[in-house]
């Protein structure tokens, strides 16, 4: 079993930086990916970014400003969101994919609130 804990979340203003990391524990040899999820109010829950073996992809909205991250060390992702606009205001979930006997185990953080308001 796998546990994710976000963090970083809070009420911000136009342009402001936030860091968002998403500390694993458990048992756990090698991610196959790990990445960022967002629901805004009333929306359905979109992938931000994502990595997986060295490459990353990004939604076209925050293409720019947002970049995932790793420490496999320390078993922890990161989005560091610069120039944040009100269009971000979500919540975003961690996501990791473990790889065990050929068979992907998905996991998913409770969800940090990011709020943009001008």
């Known amino acids: 079993q796998v546990q994710l804990v976000e963090s970083g979340g809070g009420l911000v203003q136009p342009g402001a930086s936030l860091r968002l990391p998403c500390a694993a524990s458990?048992?756990?040899?090698?991610?196959?990916?790990m990445g960022w999820y967002r629901q805004a109010p009333g929306k359905q829950r979109e992938l931000a970014a994502v990595t997986s073996g060295g490459y990353t992809n990004y939604d076209d909205s925050v293409k720019g400003r947002l970049t995932i991250s790793s420490d496999n060390a320390k078993n922890t992702v990161y989005l560091q969101m610069n120039g944040l606009k009100p269009e971000d205001t979500a919540v975003y979930y961690c996501?990791?994919?473990?790889?065990?006997?050929?068979?992907?185990?998905?996991?998913w953080g409770q969800g940090t609130q990011v709020t943009v308001y001008s």
């Open positions: 458990g048992t756990i040899l090698s991610f196959y990916s």
């Open positions: 996501n990791v994919v473990l790889l065990i006997q050929r068979i992907a185990h998905e996991y």
